[in-house]
C-alpha cells in the first residue's frame, strides 16, 4: 500500500482510511492531554468531556483500523506513521481550557471534511461499508462540533 504524507492528499479509499487512522490516534494522545492538563473554573466539566471524547475517539480508531484490514489495507500502527500521515497536529501543552476547545472544534472540522472527500470516494469505489462508517462518524463530529462551540457560546 502507498504511503502518504500529511503534504499529499491521500488519493485511494486505503489512504483515506489510513489518514483518519492516524488523525484519530493523534487526537485520542491530544485529547488525553486536555484531559490531565485542563484548569481553572470549568476544570470538572472539562475533565469529564474530554474522557467522554477520548473514548468516543478510540471506538472510531478501532473501527476505522479494522475496516481497513477488512479491504486488505494495512494500517498505520505507530507513532511516526501516525505524525507523518496525520493532518492534524498534537497539543502544544500550552493550550488554555477555551484554546483546547476551540482547537478540538477545528481538529474535529478537518476530519469531517476529509471524511466528506472520504464518502465521495467511496461511493465511486462501490464500497457501501465504508461510506456509510464515514457518514456516522462525520455525523457523530458534527454532533460533537456543534456542543463545543455551544459551550463556548
Known amino acids: 500500500m502507498a504511503k502518504t504524507s500529511a503534504k499529499t492528499k491521500p488519493t485511494t479509499l486505503e489512504q483515506i482510511l489510513n ?3 492516524a488523525n484519530l490516534n493523534v487526537l485520542y494522545v491530544k485529547i488525553h492531554n486536555y484531559h490531565w492538563y485542563v484548569k481553572g473554573e470549568h476544570f470538572f466539566t472539562l475533565h469529564a468531556k474530554f474522557e467522554e471524547l477520548y473514548d468516543d475517539v478510540t471506538l472510531k480508531m478501532d473501527e476505522v483500523a479494522e475496516r481497513l484490514l477488512t479491504i486488505k489495507g494495512s494500517p498505520a500502527a505507530t507513532m511516526k506513521e501516525y ?3 496525520a493532518t492534524i497536529q498534537e497539543a502544544s501543552g500550552k493550550e488554555d481550557a477555551r484554546q483546547m476547545v476551540q ?3 477545528e481538529d474535529f ?3 469531517s471534511e ?3 472527500e472520504g464518502i465521495r470516494v467511496a461511493d465511486e469505489a462501490g464500497d457501501e461499508p465504508t461510506g456509510d462508517l464515514f457518514i456516522k ?3 457523530d463530529l458534527e454532533k460533537h462540533m456543534w456542543m463545543l462551540r ?3 457560546g
Do not use: G, M, P
Open 137 to 139: 462518524i462525520k455525523n
Open 150 to 152: 455551544s459551550y463556548l
Open 19 to 21: 489518514q483518519e487512522v
Open 109 to 111: 472540522a478537518t476530519v
Open 103 to 105: 482547537t478540538l472544534i
Open 83 to 85: 505524525l507523518e500521515l
Open 114 to 116: 476529509e471524511l466528506h
